[in-house]
Each structure stands twice: as C-alpha cells, then as structure tokens.
C-alpha cells in the first residue's frame, strides 16, 4: 500500500513539473508575440488621439475665424451705419452663452484701438480696392492678428469698412488666448493628450500652459523651424520626444492646420507611457490568464488523485449518520410514546370529570334535554381524548370542533361567567395542523388559573390568522394558585421542537396573557 502510494506521489510530481515546463516556454513565446506588437499599438493610440484632438481643434478654430466673414456679410446687407450697428447688436444677441465668457465683441467705431496696441504676428490682412466701394458701406481691409493688452495676448479680428462719406468704420471682436486656452480645456477635460498651436514664426495661439501663450514655440520647445518645411496633411510621421510641459517622454504628432483664412501648426503629444500602459496590462492579464488556467488544472489532477480517499470517508460519514438518525429516531418514537402516555393521563382529569359529572346531575332535574345534550358532548369530548393522532397533530377543523364541544360543557359550568369568541376566518384555517388537544389545553388552563365570576368574566379570544392561532385571555389569577406541573405548556413546546418549529410562545403582557400557536408544515 505504501509503495503504490508512493508511486502515486512520483507520478503526481512529474505531472505537475511537466505543466509547469510547458507553461513557462508558452508564457515566453506569448510574451514574445506580445513585444512585437507594442510599437504599432502604441503608434497606433497615439495617431488615434491625434486624429481626433486636430479634427476638434480644427472645427472650433474654423468657428471662431467664420465670424469675422458673417460680420462681413452684415456689413455687406446694411445700408447705413445705425442699421449696422443694429444689425451687428442682433446678430450677437443670438450668439450662444457659452461665448459670453470667452470673446469680446467690437461694437462699430469711428475709432480704432489704441496705437499702442501694436500687433507681433499678423495672421491675415487683406486690403480691398477702394475703387470697388460703390455700396453705402464697403469693407476695404480685413485683419487677423496677436496684439498684446494689459493682461496677456488677444487674437483679433476686425474689419475696416468705408462708408458714403468716406469715413473708416472698425468692429470685429477679440479672443483673450487665455480664455481660449481655458476654452478647449473644458470642452476636452478628459482627454488623455495635449495640444498645441502656433503659426510659422513660432507664436504660440493655443497650449495647455497659459504663461507660454504668445511666445514663441522654438524658444523653449524642439521643434524648430526646418521641422515646419515640407509638412504636409496627408503624411503623419510621429516622432518620440521629451515634453517641456510634462517632463516625460510623449509620441509628438506635428502637422499643418490650414483655415480658411489663416494658416497654423498643430502638434498633439500623447504620453508614451500611457500606450505602453496599455499593452503591459494585456500582457499581464494573459500572464494571469495562463497562471489561473495552471492552477485549475493542478487542482483537477490533485482532486482526482484524492477522489477515491474522499469517497470512502464520504461513505464511512454517511453510515455514522444514519445510525445517529436511527437512533435518534428510536429516541423520538420514545418521547412521543410517553407524551401521549402522559397526555391520557393528564387529559382524563379526575377534577374535571367530577365537575362535569356534577354539573350533569344538577342538570337532569332541571332540564332533562339540555342534560341529554350535555352527556352526549362529554361522551364525544372523552372520545376525542384516548384517541390521540399517532404523529400528536390534526387538522385545526377537528381541534375547533373538539373546542366547541368543550366550552359547551363549561359554559353550562360558568354560565356568563365565562366568554370565548373565535375570530377569523375559520374556512381558511382548517386545513392547517397544529398540536392534538392545543385549544382545548390553553382554553383549559386560562380556566384553571384565572378567576371567572359575573362581575369579572373571564374572557378568551382566539383568533384565527393566516401563519398561527392566536389565544389570548385576560389576566386576573385567582387568589390562591393551584399547583401545577405545567404540563400543558410543556407539551406543546415539545411538539414543536419535534417537528422544528421555533416561533410558539407563551407571555403574559399588561392585563392579558397570550399564546401564538404557529401552524405545523406537515407532508
């Protein structure tokens, strides 16, 4: 037995070296296939950020830029200078509020900004032919440049229109980089990237470090001004730089942004170690991935190797249990036995029967049929008695009729003395099981305990519920107590405990005493 034993354990080791090996050479291979594929999935994040961080930088720009040619078309459409201001007012009236924040529009002057506020970059200037202005107004000059203010730098933008007079009229409006920058900020505040703009002196309109707006990109950055020559939109080369702005190695995209009007730069940098980011964690979860999948195979040999073992202790259990159920089994059928033997006993109570004996001679004389009546309720009462269920429960119909035939023959007893009324639904709890004799033992000593005159009837209410048989009576003991084995109550909890019901309970509250009797779930 040792030997085989043995042999087992020399076979079960070489199984899982052999799983072992062959885990770890298809781990390296994997890793292997993974580390070819982390360059092109790395570019292509990275190509995937830019595309989408230039088409909106792109489409914000362009809808910043095309207000300066709808003001043109208003100027165009005016014939005086009160409708173009009123019409330039309206026009800006309708313009979203979200730009409130970030432009400053220019209302129609006869005077243009101060002289002091001199341009570093013009983006656009166009002059018209004055010999072409023949309308009442006439834009003869259109401008996009960075001026410098107080606070800052501000992209301007305005036209210059003549009008019959010859008079020069200016309006347009002003972008504050830095409300631009805040601008793009919250409208791409998830994204993963950073970018930005500048023309081809190098003159920075839009990036993520507001102290960098209106400087000049190939001061500070590494882009310099050959990597501008040749750049067109159909090739994307991206490049592996270190940031200045985030101090750690990003994939740089740069790459023309042609406007309309205006011509700019665009480069979008993407954290490189965010995309390898990305792959390490695949790699890592197929690691995991191939380490689960070994353990659970290591874990089905080592359960089939100890199968055999685990059945036989399953079956030597299993026979241990049965005998304890049988023996068990032997003990209950024992209690019950002398439950219902002391039940019997009990229940034929000389007291009672005495008393009932006695009430039926007083009876005869007085009203022989109601005395024929009486006798016959305490023949069926006696019957019902010594023919006691052999599981000690029964249908709640037959403990009501029992009951029934019960307070008669105590009632013939107490007279007025003594009130039982049955609430509920009987229909719908008859078919229900309770304790043999359950009604007629609480009735019984609610009766034997408590006094019962015409001034203070006792009084008993059972109420009839959908999960249990409420008794209850009022509390008023008599003054000497008899002594009692309390048997009654006794019995009942050892039904329930035989049959595993845990909610029967029995307490006296205030002025009344109360019993839950739980109906009995029996197949």
């Not at 470090?209 to 159909?234: A, H, Q, R, Y």
């Amino acid at each position: 037995m040792n030997f085989i034993a043995f042999f087992s354990k020399i076979k079960y080791t070489t199984l899982v070296l052999v799983m072992v090996i062959i885990t770890v050479i298809s781990t390296l291979a994997l890793s292997y296939l993974i580390t070819n594929e982390i360059t092109i999935v790395s570019e292509d994040i990275a190509k995937r950020n830019f595309r989408e961080k230039y088409d909106d930088v792109y489409s914000e720009l362009t809808r910043f830029e095309n207000f300066l040619g709808r003001i043109e078309t208003i100027v165009e459409n005016s014939k005086s200078v009160t409708e173009l201001q009123n019409n330039f007012n309206t026009w800006v009236s309708f313009q979203p509020e979200e730009l409130d924040s970030l432009i400053s529009w220019q209302q129609v002057s006869f005077t243009q900004k101060s002289a002091s506020e001199t341009s570093i970059a013009i983006l656009q200037d166009t002059v018209f032919s004055v010999a072409k202005a023949n309308k009442p107004l006439s834009v003869i000059k259109k401008q996009s440049v960075i001026v410098p203010v107080n606070k800052g730098y501000v992209w301007r933008n305005k036209l210059t229109v003549l009008n019959a007079a010859k008079d020069s009229l200016f309006l347009g409006y002003d972008i504050p980089l830095v409300n631009l920058q805040k601008y793009f900020a919250n409208v791409d505040s998830k994204s993963i990237n950073y970018a930005y703009v500048f023309n081809k002196e190098g003159l920075i309109l839009l990036h993520p470090d507001e102290n960098l707006l209106g400087k000049s990109v190939f001061l500070f950055n590494s882009i310099g001004p050959k990597d501008t020559l040749g750049l067109t939109t159909d090739k994307q080369v991206p490049s592996v730089v270190k940031s200045e702005y985030l101090q750690l190695d990003v994939i740089r995209y740069l790459q023309p942004l042609k406007l309309k009007e205006t011509s700019w730069y665009i480069a979008v940098s993407s954290p490189k170690n965010i995309s390898e980011e990305n792959v390490t964690k695949i790699r890592q979860y197929t690691f995991l991935i191939y380490g689960i999948s070994t353990m659970l195979l290591l874990f089905v040999f080592y359960f089939f190797n100890q199968l055999i073992k685990k059945q036989y202790i399953e079956k030597e259990r299993l026979l241990k249990e049965k005998n304890r159920l049988v023996v068990q089994k032997e003990i209950a059928e024992k209690e019950s036995s002398f439950l219902q033997l002391q039940q019997l006993k009990e229940q034929i109570n000389p007291h009672f029967l005495f008393n009932a004996l006695n009430s039926l001679y007083m009876l005869i004389d007085v009203n022989k049929e109601k005395s024929k009546i009486f006798a016959l309720k305490l023949s069926k009462l006696y019957r019902y008695f010594i023919s006691p269920p052999a599981n000690n429960i029964t249908l709640v119909k037959n403990e009501l009729e029992l009951l029934d035939e019960y307070i008669y023959l105590q009632q013939t007893r107490f007279g007025k003395s003594l009130l039982v009324t049955i609430l509920g639904d009987a229909s719908l709890a008859k078919d229900h099981y309770i304790p043999f004799l359950a009604l007629q033992t609480l009735v019984e000593n609610a009766i034997k305990h408590n006094t019962a005159t015409k001034v203070k009837p006792l009084t008993i209410t059972i109420n009839l519920g959908i999960d249990e048989i409420e008794v209850v009576n009022n509390y008023q003991p008599i003054a000497t107590p008899q002594e009692s084995n309390h048997f009654g109550i006794d019995y009942l909890k050892n039904i329930y405990a035989y049959y595993n019901v845990n909610n029967f309970t029995n307490y006296q509250k205030n002025s009344q005493y109360i019993c839950h009797l739980p109906y009995i779930i029996f197949k």
